[in-house]
Structures are given as C-alpha cells and as structure tokens.
C-alpha cells in the first residue's frame, strides 16, 4: 500500500486558497518543494531520483509581518491523528521556527469528517513529549481537536487558515 499521494487533495486545495490569499494581499504563503536529486530523466521527464534530505515543513511564508511554517496532514482516522504521521524533522523544524518568534502549526484535515483543525505548535509540543514517554499517548483523540485546537472555516476561500491564524496569533 502506497501513501504517497494522500494528501494531494487537501494539498491542492490549500494551494488554491495561498493563491488567493497573494491576490487579496493577505499573505504570501509558498508550498516548499521536496529535495530531490534526479538520477534519470529523459527530456522534461524524471524517470528515476532519490530524495536528497529529509524536507522540512510543507508550507512557509509571510501573513500580518510574521513568518509562518505549518506542516499540513490529511487523514482518513475519524478518531484521531497518529503522531507517526508528522516525522521527527518535521517536529524539529516547527520547533526552531517557534523558538526564532515565527508563527508554526499544524493543519489536519480529517477527511471522512470534512474537518480541518489548526493546531498550535504549544499544544503539539506537549502531545508529542508525552508520546515519547514509554508509555505516552501516540496519537490525539478528535475530541482534543475539538477542545485545544481551532477548526478552519470555509469561506470565500476552501481552507481559510489564515482566519484563525489571525485570530489567535494577533497582537
């Protein structure tokens, strides 16, 4: 079983909604391109690659004059989230990110509900300490979404993160 595309869809998405987020002049947020060292290819074509070094985040940018990193993640779990799903580098970018005063979080798109959730990196820091303990928690219930997480509206936009980033990181 592949997992490479899973999150294509909400990936799609949240591209659509930077776009016009740069357009209204809210902010300027870019998908991060994964390093890959290319092997083979013919013409335009990639036949054959590796990747280079682990990525680090899946989205950067600028909203309100703060820098901004989130790791998006789509599941098909209607209970909860698998902290297997975000990988230790991840964690640790978002984690320097925090600590250089930038604005870093996750988006978890719960697909069979339809919901997303914006997670601050304070309340992910205190989940993924716990799983690492030996007999922590390894995931997080929907239910502690819905308590110490902010659910994303649609809008005029599909995913209107920045809403909420607005919301909570205003100061």
């Known amino acids: 079983m592949t997992y490479a595309n899973r999150g294509m869809a ?3 998405l949240l591209d659509f909604t930077n776009e016009i987020y740069d357009r209204n002049g809210r902010g300027v947020i870019n998908k991060r391109p994964t390093p890959v060292k290319v092997t083979r290819s013919k013409g335009c074509r990639v036949l054959a690659g590796f990747f280079e070094k682990p990525s680090t985040v899946d989205y950067d940018g600028v ?3 703060k820098a901004i990193a989130f790791e998006a993640k789509s599941v098909k779990n209607l209970t909860r989230f698998d902290l297997s799903n975000l990988d230790d580098h991840q964690y640790k ?3 320097k990110y925090h600590r250089s005063g930038g604005i870093s979080f996750l988006l978890v798109h719960f697909t069979r509900l339809q919901k997303t959730y914006l997670l601050r990196f304070e309340t ?3 989940y993924w300490q716990r799983s690492k303990e030996p007999k922590g928690r390894k995931s997080i219930p929907i239910n502690d979404f819905e308590v110490y997480a902010y659910e994303v509206p649609t ?3 599909p995913v209107d993160y920045l ?3 607005e919301k909570v990181y205003a100061a």
Do not use: D, I, Q, Y
């Open 10 to 12: 909400f990936e799609s």
């Open 93 to 95: 970018f978002l984690e």
């Open 63 to 65: 909203s309100m004059g």
């Open 163 to 165: 809403s909420v980033v």
């Open 155 to 157: 809008t005029t936009v």
């Open 124 to 126: 992910l820091r205190s």
